[in-house]
């Protein structure tokens, strides 16, 4: 069992960077892979990017690749999405997600999830 929580959220302009951390509970964080996705209002719940549990993997969606980053700190259980470059279209409530197997981009992988942290961006 993991427990999550997102931080980092807010409003931006474009251009903007902005730094969102997931906090995980529990002594076996390194054994799940982490991801995150966002959903906007009236859309679908969608990948943003994910880190296997070593973090020597990663896997963007085209729309953030150049412009997101994931990392991770197994010694402090947490993920970190550094989001630049940031646009309109990034608003969206993002979510930290976790699961036990090999990084995934599919939701329904993921076996635990956060609250979830706005992000705003104004043009």
């Known amino acids: 069992q993991v427990q999550l929580v997102e931080s980092g959220g807010g409003l931006v302009q474009a251009g903007d960077s902005l730094k969102l951390t997931c906090a995980a509970s529990g002594r076996t964080f390194s054994r799940y892979s982490m991801g995150w996705f966002r959903q906007a209002p009236g859309k679908e719940r969608e990948f943003v990017v994910g880190i296997s549990r070593s973090g020597g993997v990663t896997s963007y969606a085209d729309s953030v690749k150049g412009r997101f980053t994931i990392s991770r700190d197994n010694a402090e259980n947490t993920v970190y999405l550094q989001m630049n470059s940031l646009k309109a279209e990034d608003t969206a409530v993002y979510y930290c997600?976790?699961?036990?197997?090999?990084?995934?981009?599919?939701?329904?992988?993921?076996?635990?999830w956060g609250q979830g942290t706005q992000v705003t961006v104004s043009s």
């Open positions: 997600a976790a699961r036990s197997g090999a990084v995934s981009s599919i939701s329904v992988d993921y076996n635990y």
